[in-house]
């Protein structure tokens, strides 16, 4: 049995390190089976040599994160844990300080996994971009963070945002009001993110010089989309003939983001989703990215991850 000092340059900084409740400290003594003592005034960490060893460079990487001005929630402790034991946890070092985007109220968005950095890479290095995986995973944020930010530096003169209205155990006919007003839950979750980037007077502005266009899939077929950024939220719910029309709408200095998650489909039985069939089809062309994350991925609450998992394993 070995013992070893958690360092810390301040009280403040091993409050941030062990986090509300100590939850951070103690799930790094669960996932590496160790346990946490004071000498001289001072936290250690102690336990089997290997494992000590293990739990003390996950808090190190903490301290990084917490000098580079990051947050450090359960969340990111627990993938750190999951990096190291699978010895990869010097990935997460592409992390530190890059900024994908800032919002209107001055805060740094920032990738929080390797998966989510890579998604990120892909959005800017090709012209089409698939991100497919579970709720949580910030797929659609991310992508509105990087239309915001090539609006911004006037790559594109446009947003345009739509997603299939398919019906989840509702009838939209059942729904009150036209139909904006029917469709406009299903794109609820785009409104949302593009308010936090740009803040609600931007926001209101392009919305209603037509900068930003938030429409259902059907409002895009006959049209050519030019100097646009342009995201396709849901794709799981598509069809092939929807996904294909999307696909080629594509216009001169136009960029394109296709989200889905495969285990959320509500089409129709007998219907294949487009999103399946598109990224089997188009996976060696280039300029097309295609990233699968995983629960690993996912940012929310810790159980989130967990219900994901489960149902993924119960799907295999």
Same mark, same amino acid.
């Given at each position: ?13 091993? +409050? ?15 996932? %590496?089976?160790?346990?946490?003592? !004071?000498? *001289? ?21 903490? =301290? ?7 947050? +450090? ?11 190291? /034991? ?12 890059? +900024? ?6 001055? /805060?740094?968005?920032?990738? /929080? ?8 890479? #892909? !959005? /800017? ?14 797929? $659609? ?21 739509? =997603? ?9 006919? %059942? ?18 993110? @593009? ?12 919305? *209603? ?24 939220? *849901?794709?799981?719910?598509? $069809?092939?003939?929807?996904?294909? !029309? %999307?696909?080629?709408? @594509?216009?001169?200095?136009?960029? !394109?983001?296709? $989200? ?10 007998? #219907?294949?989703?487009? @999103?399946?069939?598109?990224? =089997? ?10 990233? =699968? @994350? ?8 810790? #159980? ?13």
């Amino acid at each position: 049995m070995v013992f070893q000092k958690i360092e810390a340059e301040s009280m403040d900084e091993l +409050v941030k390190l062990f986090g509300p409740f100590d939850e951070n400290i103690k799930a790094i003594c669960a996932a %590496f089976d160790v346990k946490v003592a !004071m000498q *001289e005034g001072q936290s250690s960490l102690y336990g089997d040599e290997a494992n000590v060893a293990m739990a003390i460079r996950v808090v190190n990487k903490l =301290r990084n994160f917490i000098y580079n001005g990051d947050s +450090v929630d359960i969340g990111r402790v627990n993938y750190l844990c999951d990096l190291m /034991k699978s010895d990869k946890l010097d990935e997460v070092d592409e992390l530190m300080g890059d +900024v994908v985007a800032i919002t209107s109220r001055g /805060k740094p968005i920032k990738c /929080k996994t390797v998966g989510q950095k890579k998604y990120v890479d #892909l !959005m /800017k290095k090709n012209t089409i971009t698939f991100g497919v995986g579970p709720a949580g995973t910030g797929k $659609t944020y991310l992508a509105v963070a990087i239309a915001v930010n090539a609006y911004k530096s006037k790559q594109v003169e446009k947003i345009i945002l739509t =997603r299939p209205a398919v019906e989840a155990g509702e009838k939209l006919g %059942f729904l009150p009001g036209d139909l904006q007003e029917k469709v406009n839950p299903y794109l609820r979750p785009l409104y949302d993110a @593009l308010q936090e980037m740009l803040g609600m007077d931007t926001y209101s502005k392009m919305m *209603e010089r037509g900068t930003i266009e938030i429409a259902p899939l059907a409002y895009m077929r006959g049209r050519t989309l030019n100097n646009a950024y342009v995201i396709l939220d *849901e794709a799981q719910n598509t $069809t092939r003939e929807q996904i294909k !029309m %999307f696909l080629t709408r @594509l216009g001169e200095n136009s960029k !394109m983001v296709i $989200t889905g998650d495969l285990t959320q489909i509500d089409l129709p039985k007998g #219907l294949t989703s487009g @999103l399946k069939h598109a990224i =089997r089809i188009l996976k060696d062309i280039d300029d097309i990215g295609i990233i =699968r @994350l995983n629960e690993k991925d996912v940012v929310r609450h810790p #159980l989130v991850q967990k219900i994901v998992k489960a149902y993924e394993t119960e799907d295999k």
